[in-house]
């Protein structure tokens, strides 16, 4: 049961053009969500997060998107790098539910020069 | 400000061994998490603890896997009688207890190859 839903497994976009990777959840309780992005053989790093009563949160090149009624979230990267080739992670949780994250199975972002 | 640290990063263990992964959070953290990755998967969430205290154990399987957090010292991912299906890249996060609590920040993680 994929609660947390990252449909394309992989993207690649120009550098300078806008990366959109996508997420979708089916948990309506999920009210908070994270992008992390991940390189191979390291750790997730924390990106960007956004509460449920927000539907945009912005941070630099970063801006995240959340539509409830959908269940839809968006990471947009504006302009794309060469270094923001990485894996991306989408995950949510409730604050009731102990901070446990659901996680998403991850969109490989490659950025070509 | 040192971030999260786990050790061993790599380690191979036998059919029936034990399997122990040490995590110490960031500085000021006392809420540590466990998941684990196993290949072409997204993380799998295991088990959730503060100092002393297992709060969610809920994705951990029920026998032979073993969570810790001492008063003093790492927290402790304890795997006993390995098989092959534990294979995978084990990540330990930490988050503070107040301010941003949804934010966990991963360590590294250990790679765990069971022969």
């Known amino acids: 049961d994929q609660q947390v839903k990252q449909n394309s497994p992989s993207l690649s976009v120009q550098e300078g053009r806008i990366s959109i990777l996508n997420c979708d959840y089916t948990?309506?309780?999920?009210?908070?969500f994270l992008w992390y992005k991940k390189y191979p053989a390291e750790g997730p790093t924390f990106l960007i997060s956004i509460s449920s009563i927000k539907d945009k949160n912005e941070d630099g090149r970063f801006t995240v998107f959340l539509n409830k009624s959908a269940k839809h979230l968006s990471l947009h990267i504006v302009p794309s790098q060469p270094g923001d080739s990485a894996v991306y992670f989408c995950?949510?949780?409730?604050?009731?539910?102990?901070?446990?994250?659901?996680w998403g199975l991850g969109t490989s972002l490659a950025v070509n020069p | 400000n040192a971030g999260v640290m786990q050790n061993p990063r790599h380690l191979v263990r036998r059919r029936g061994q034990e399997a122990r992964l040490r995590c110490s959070p960031m500085k000021g953290h006392s809420h540590v998490y466990w998941y684990r990755q196993l290949p072409e998967e997204g993380l799998k969430f295991m088990v959730y603890l503060q100092k002393e205290n297992i709060i969610d154990e809920s994705g951990m399987p029920k026998e032979r896997f073993s969570a810790e957090f001492p008063k003093e010292g790492p927290s402790i991912l304890r795997i006993q009688q390995v098989v092959r299906g534990d294979s995978a890249a084990y990540f330990c996060?930490?988050?503070?207890?107040?301010?941003?609590?949804?934010?966990?920040?991963f360590g590294p993680g250990t790679r765990l190859t069971v022969t």
């Open positions: 996060a930490s988050s503070p207890p107040m301010d941003k609590p949804y934010e966990q920040y």
């Open positions: 995950a949510a949780g409730n604050a009731g539910n102990n901070r446990k994250l659901i």
């Open positions: 948990n309506s309780m999920f009210d908070y």
